[in-house]
């Protein structure tokens, strides 16, 4: 139920964005109905994408609206989780490209028509067998037939099929696929081109091939492999964004200012969106799962010494679980406000600190979001396990959602990179020790800022040494703990400060003194985490050390009666989740339940 936290939970825009957008998800369409196998429940996540566009209007005007985009996100996340693989493909990736590279181009409205109804679903082809997503090494070709005026999709050898989008049932698709563009035999760059990859039947289109993969456990999608062979895209179906044209004459040419490095950036704009949407969609099920969680610990008693029974929250290994799981999910919320904020403000997603940015979110979000499902799954025992209580269905889609939009190590590399190379950047160690924090959050922030800036010296150190009898590579291949770590901390470093100016923002009582507790255990948790360095450096002293795990425990304690204003505070309809974990009579709950499913058990007999 919201609360005085609510808005500011939601940057202000719950009543604007997220309240009416969650009220959709309570249709019976949105729910999957127990006994489907993979296959079933993915033609149902069709199904479902389809009563979306009817339920939230056309997917161009959605895209057009990027707020209401990222509540739809969340809100499918938290209570449809089998519609959420399909959301970035067919919105941002899809129908996002053709309204930002198609331009006004009439030739393209029968493709965004159908996209608009989700009557064709949209998909992205751009991994392949050889290269994953590096699109520098993409060997998928476009060839450009001048008589013809269209371009030819060709994979030159095996390891060029596209692996592994959502194209094996026989549903209508519109896929923009990742090529290299080849003019007059010359190779002029990676652009995206869209086609119709099955037609209005689901029929495959004349020249694609495709190879539908077996089940995987996380999540079902109809996943598969595909090759082509002269498979024919329309000259309208060239998304140049106007960095190169082809004359009447078939002339290529690119625009002044313009080349080869330009052709795929300004797609760039679009995984920027669906990585930071994908992560506020994997926070959004945290927030779920912690909520689950502190409802079960409060009601499930457990049978103490001598015939004592206590709640589950009165044992300190519970309070810790669900306190650190609601701190890291409150500091993964406020860094996605600011993300969110940075989306929907900036006019240039593909503009390289953006992308950064996105690509430290995702590196952040996603990992904390799955370390908190895997912690309430864990504490909720035997209940979790089952799809109705939502928790395993979250761990499964956060499993996907980690390499989705670019694998996790690889982002952290890239912006360790990045970060090691940016003139504008150079942390420092505070200057005084920190030695006592007490209540001063200055002093819990300069830990972060000692982490950070330890963090980049290291890394630089590694990167400015000789390379001896080694190559490039080599250095490199050294340094990448180290950079790993770099935008781990750095991450972390402005989690922190975006919890800190949410509490500055609360209102004054019992809500800002929620949340500036819940700040405090944060930074207590990752204190902990880097205290041996602290106290190597002086930093941290003896006592203060020999205090941390009594400190935790007693903060665990002050913010337990706050428990239910932190966790209202998500506005998740529970009536919409439906999970028994929550119910007052569990037995009862589990026994109603088994009266729907009995009857699947009898028909498989």
Not at 8 to 17: E, K, M, P, S, V
Not at 446 to 475: C, I, K, W
Request: glycine share 6%.
């Amino acid at each position: 139920m919201p609360n005085t936290l609510t808005e500011i939970l939601y940057d202000g825009r719950f009543d604007a964005h997220y309240r009416r957008t969650q009220e959709v998800f309570a249709d019976p369409e949105f729910k999957t109905p127990d006994g489907l196998s993979m296959p079933e429940r993915a033609l149902n996540s069709y199904a479902m994408l389809r009563h979306a566009a009817a339920r939230l209007g056309k997917s161009s005007d959605l895209v057009r609206d990027p707020r209401s985009l990222l509540a739809f996100y969340e809100w499918a996340g938290t209570h449809a989780p089998d519609l959420l693989p399909l959301i970035s493909g067919h919105y941002n990736l899809t129908t996002g490209l053709l309204l930002d590279l198609g331009g006004a181009n009439p030739e393209l409205q029968p493709l965004l028509d159908d996209l608009d109804t989700a009557e064709a679903v949209g998909v992205l082809l751009i991994n392949e067998f050889g290269c994953g997503s590096n699109v520098a090494f993409l060997e998928t070709t476009a060839t450009y037939d001048h008589a013809a005026r269209c371009f030819l999709l060709d994979t030159p050898r095996p390891e060029a099929r596209k692996f592994m989008p959502n194209v094996g049932a026989p549903v209508p698709r519109v896929t923009v696929v990742a090529a290299r563009l080849v003019v007059d035999g010359a190779d002029r760059g990676v652009f995206p081109f869209v086609t119709r990859l099955r037609d209005s039947e689901g029929r495959l289109a004349e020249g694609v091939t495709v190879w539908p993969m077996p089940d995987k456990p996380f999540f079902p999608m109809d996943n598969a492999v595909t090759g082509f062979h002269r498979a024919r895209v329309p000259f309208s179906g060239w998304l140049s964004a106007g960095v190169a044209d082809i004359d009447d004459n078939g002339v290529f040419a690119y625009r002044p200012g313009s080349g080869p490095r330009d052709a795929f950036r300004h797609t760039s704009s679009q995984f920027t969106f669906g990585r930071v949407a994908l992560s506020c969609a994997a926070v959004a099920q945290a927030r779920a799962a912690v909520l689950l969680f502190a409802r079960y610990v409060q009601t499930r008693e457990i049978q103490a010494f001598h015939g004592h029974r206590r709640p589950m929250l009165e044992f300190r290994n519970v309070r810790r679980s669900l306190f650190s799981a609601l701190a890291s999910t409150y500091a993964s919320t406020f860094l996605a406000n600011t993300m969110k904020r940075t989306l929907c403000d900036k006019a240039d997603l593909s503009a390289p600190e953006t992308q950064l940015a996105g690509i430290v979110a995702k590196s952040y979000l996603v990992p904390a979001a799955h370390d908190v499902l895997r912690e309430t799954r864990a504490r909720c025992g035997a209940h979790a396990m089952f799809s109705v209580n939502r928790i395993a269905d979250y761990l499964g889609l956060c499993e996907g959602t980690l390499t989705a939009e670019g694998d996790i190590q690889v982002m952290r590399l890239t912006a360790g990179r990045q970060l090691i190379g940016r003139r504008d950047y150079a942390p420092v160690r505070p200057a005084v020790p920190a030695t006592e924090p007490g209540d001063d959050e200055s002093a819990y922030l300069a830990f972060f800022q000692s982490a950070e800036a330890d963090s980049y010296h290291r890394a630089t150190a590694v990167m400015g040494s000789p390379l001896g009898s080694g190559n490039t590579f080599d250095r490199w291949n050294r340094c990448i703990p180290y950079a790993m770590r770099l935008t781990e901390t750095h991450a972390r470093r402005l989690a922190y400060e975006s919890f800190l100016a949410a509490v500055r923002d609360a209102p004054a009582g019992d809500a800002r003194e929620a949340l500036r507790l819940t700040a405090r255990l944060f930074a207590l948790d990752h204190l902990i985490e880097y205290a041996a360095l602290f106290l190597a450096e002086g930093r941290l002293t003896a006592s203060a050390h020999d205090r941390l795990e009594d400190d935790h425990a007693a903060l665990c304690e002050r913010l337990t009666p706050y428990l239910p204003l932190l966790v209202d505070a998500f506005a998740v309809d529970e009536t919409v989740l439906a999970a028994p974990l929550t119910a007052t009579d569990r037995v009862a709950a589990w026994a109603d339940i088994s009266e729907t499913v009995a009857p699947t058990w009898s028909e498989a007999s």
